[in-house]
């Protein structure tokens, strides 16, 4: 990890016990974040789950650009949409239909 500071990319959230999102740390190295009540979990992306048409085809919104999150605070976040079985706003708009 370059970086301890990461931007969200995207999100799913197919699943109402965890959220997942794709994060970029400061030199662009993508990382899958993925929270549930008790845990999260930082893991790197393969070369080939890198291409924004294959996420997007898979079900993977793109989340418009903020600025990068601390991880503490990135993991704050994620875990109290779960706890409140909600996404944070940035993230919810995301999940609304065109």
Do not use: Q
């Given at each position: 990890?370059?970086?301890?500071?990461?931007?969200?990319?995207?999100?799913?959230?197919?699943?109402?016990?965890?959220?997942?999102?794709?994060?970029?740390?400061r030199?662009?190295?993508?990382?899958?974040?993925?929270?549930?009540?008790?845990?999260?979990?930082?893991?790197?992306?393969?070369?080939?789950?890198?291409?924004?048409?294959?996420?997007q085809?898979?079900?993977?919104?793109?989340?418009?650009?903020?600025?990068?999150?601390?991880?503490?605070?990135?993991?704050?976040?994620?875990?109290?949409?779960?706890?409140?079985?909600?996404?944070?706003?940035?993230?919810?708009?995301?999940?609304?239909?065109?």
């Open positions: 990890m370059s970086a301890s500071a990461f931007t969200v990319r995207y999100r799913s959230a197919l699943h109402p016990d965890s959220v997942t999102l794709i994060v970029e740390d030199a662009g190295s993508p990382y899958f974040f993925h929270c549930r009540p008790d845990h999260c979990h930082l893991i790197p992306l393969r070369e080939d789950e890198r291409h924004a048409p294959t996420l085809r898979l079900g993977w919104a793109a989340v418009p650009e903020v600025a990068p999150y601390p991880l503490d605070a990135l993991r704050s976040l994620m875990t109290g949409a779960l706890a409140t079985h909600r996404l944070p706003p940035a993230l919810a708009a995301t999940t609304e239909a065109p």
